[in-house]
T-cell receptor, first 117, second 109 residues
Framework: GAVVSQHPSWVICKSGTSVKIECRSLDFQATTMFWYRQFPKQSLMLMATSNEGSKATYEQGVEKDKFLINHASLTLSTLTVTSAHPEDSSFYIC?????????????FGDGTRLSIL | GQNIDQPTEMTATEGAIVQINCTYQTSGFNGLFWYQQHAGEAPTFLSYNVLDGLEEKGRFSSFLSRSKGYSYLLLKELQMKDSASYLCACMDSNYQLIWGAGTKLIIKP
């Protein structure tokens, strides 16, 4: 159980392109989804927390107009990197927590490796 | 401020036992998580501790002492596939996860 699917797994595109990444919880309902970025050999960096039906909460230093997050349902959140540039190249990972009264672990998708040329 | 400390890198031998320590300082505490992350892959959940004591799950065990702000992950009968980074993360009073930088574990034959 607790499977999170992330798509696509790998994207290579030209500078200026917008890229949409999908994160789905397949077998549970996720009130909260998280978007992380990880550069090579560095730790996870939380970009934003997204709650179903409301605006995402962005971490300090993350441009909300650059990284658009939509959490339209309890099983789907999307991250759109708008007008991507080479410095946006990174490993983007989503995670989701299920809806219960207890603390639940975050379950991660497989990640999306984004390369901007 | 909130802080999670864990060693940057550790080396151990196949078949042996290794203990990865984590100390934390957070605003409130709602539990501590351990995750495993292989190179180039996303993290996978290993364990969750919210009460003091040892939780055993197969070859992996996790310990928590809330009074000391301390946890460890114990890996027994090490296998080559255990080579990975191990991430310690604490949930604060706002249910936010505070992540450590991870411990890279290198297993040698």
């Amino acid at each position: 159980g607790a499977v999170v699917s992330q798509h696509p797994s790998w994207v290579i595109c030209k500078s200026g392109t917008s890229v949409k990444i999908e994160c789905r919880s397949l077998d549970f309902q996720a009130t909260t989804m998280f978007w992380y970025r990880q550069f090579p050999k560095q730790s996870l960096m939380l970009m934003a927390t997204s709650n179903e039906g409301s605006k995402a909460t962005y971490e300090q230093g993350v441009e909300k107009d650059k990284f658009l997050i939509n959490h339209a349902s309890l099983t789907l959140s999307t991250l759109t990197v708008t007008s991507a540039h080479p410095e946006d190249s990174s490993f983007y990972i989503c995670s989701a927590s299920s809806v219960t009264g207890d603390v639940q672990p975050q379950h991660f998708g497989d990640g999306t490796r984004l390369s901007i040329l | 401020g909130q802080n999670i400390d864990q060693p940057t890198e550790m080396t151990a031998t196949e078949g042996a036992i290794v203990q990865i320590n984590c100390t934390y300082q957070t605003s409130g505490f709602n539990g501590l998580f351990w995750y495993q992350q292989h190179a180039g892959e996303a993290p996978t959940f290993l364990s969750y501790n919210v009460l003091d004591g040892l939780e055993e799950k197969g070859r992996f065990s996790s310990f928590l002492s809330r009074s000391k702000g301390y946890s460890y992950l114990l890996l027994k009968e090490l296998q080559m596939k255990d080579s990975a980074s191990y991430l310690c993360a604490c949930m604060d009073s706002n249910y936010q996860l505070i992540w450590g930088a991870g411990t890279k574990l290198i297993i040698k034959p």
